[in-house]
């Protein structure tokens, strides 16, 4: 065998693959930008020239043996994708990728590689699950991992091990209502964490308070260019980070108020689940102390218990190679990450 797990994360806005050893190290990787309105067969076709273009390059490189067009060159096949799925069956219907409703991704790879493992998880849980096997949540028995960006998301990990439960779903603290009277969230609800703290929401309700994208903010662009802050950072979320850096006050009111409403459904995660560290990555978490600062006031306001005051809080680690690693670890740490 490779001694390497072939790692799929799946995104609306790109598909990487890589190769990741018994270690978590990322030894090769492709990444491809997903085909815009693609249907089924031109996503899956996508995908699978990656895959080979990855394989192939590491045949060449010497990093796995064997005839790359079968399915025996890796240990297993861990993915990440975007919900909804079905799980652990594996077919997929991400919101953002209306080619694929109920695509079977995991046995049309389960296809691929016949003979090894196929294992698929939502790829927030994935984040969640690299953090704490090889992050900042590494050596921690609870833990919490937070994904916020253009949603919220999470994965939850109790006495050392992913807590999936009934449908794979559990740790999704995006839905946790943090203002009852707040607005709309698209699961139907109103107030969730995810309507008031995902990047492109909190810049609508900046634009209603009179927030004009960009002034004042050039010096700070050009500063961050090039960073993981800019790569990261949806559009609009980016934009309002940059902002409030400058000093636009409604920019600043704006991650004032995505702070607190994560401060808020942190505390309620802890004192329910008696968390060690809560780890946060995805784009609107790079803007550093604009966000973190008021999350930190408002968790300690609501953290009166003394157990629960022990959490910390922390930026995720592992920047755009999370995803990979988290699926790899469903196949290399499956003692703690999967249970199917």
Known sequence: MSGSVLAVDIGGTKFAVALVDSDGNVRAARRAATPPGGDARALWKALGELVDSLLDGAAADGLID????????VDGVGIGCGGPMTWPEGAVSPLNMPGWRGFPLRAKLAERFPGVPVRIHNDAVCLAVAEHWRGAGRGSANMLGMVVSTGVGGGLILGDRLIDGGSG?????????????????GCGGRGCLEA????????????????HPGAGS??????????????????????????????????????????????????????LCDLDVVTIGGGLSQAGPLLFDPLEAALRDHIRMEFARRVRVVPASLGQDAGLVGAAALILAADRYWTH
Do not use: F, K
């Open 169 to 185: 779903n559990a740790g999704h603290i995006g839905h946790i209502v943090v203002d009852p009277e707040g607005p709309p969230c």
């Open 196 to 211: 008031i703290a995902r990047g492109p929401g909190l810049a609508a309700w900046a634009v209603e308070q009179g927030w």
């Open 66 to 73: 064997g005839d790359t067009a079968a399915g025996g060159v």
């Open 218 to 271: 050039a010096y700070v662009e050009t500063a961050l260019a090039g960073s993981a802050y800019v790569e990261a950072a949806a559009a609009s979320g980016r934009q309002l980070a940059l902002d409030a850096e400058a000093g636009d006050q409604i920019a600043l009111a704006a991650m004032r108020r995505a702070g607190r409403a994560l401060g808020l459904a942190i505390a309620s995660a802890t004192n």
